[in-house]
Nanobody
Framework: QVQLVESGGGLVQTGGSLRLSCAASGSIFSINAMGWYRQAPGNERELVAR???????NYADSVKGRFTISRDNTKNTVYLQMSSLKPEDTAVYYC???????????????WGQGTQVTVSS
């Protein structure tokens, strides 16, 4: 019912920048939140940054001052601008959204397929 399409991952050197995009489509009535999580090999998936509709963005401490999340509500798209990248930022980055679906009651959560970000030292 809801699809998330991510783009923008890749390989970058330490100190470089990347911009991730995630577009939500489908039977969306409204969006409660959009954000990004990441998972490195052997680690649990962790929140990177999130925007709740009507609220301020929140970030993991490890990315504050380096990453910026933004949303284009007209396109149901969320972006993650990543700067000053470090090798420890290497992970699969997943888009996440909480939406209300047309014809359904309550909120539902959806995940993107993930995009690989690799930072070389």
């Amino acid at each position: 019912q809801v699809q998330l399409v991510e783009s923008g991952g890749g390989l970058v050197q330490t100190g470089g920048s990347l911009r991730l995009s995630c577009a939500a489509s489908g039977s969306i009535f409204s969006i409660n939140a959009m954000g990004w999580y990441r998972q490195a090999p052997g680690n649990e998936r962790e929140l990177v940054a999130r925007i709740i509709t009507g609220g301020n963005p929140n970030y993991a401490d490890s990315v504050k001052g380096r990453f910026t999340i933004s949303r284009d509500n007209t396109k149901n798209t969320v972006y993650l601008q990543m700067s000053s990248l470090k090798p420890e930022d290497t992970a699969v980055y997943y888009c996440h959204t909480i939406v209300s679906v047309v014809g359904s009651v309550g909120w539902s959560a959806y995940w993107g397929q993930g995009t690989q970000v690799t930072v070389s030292s």
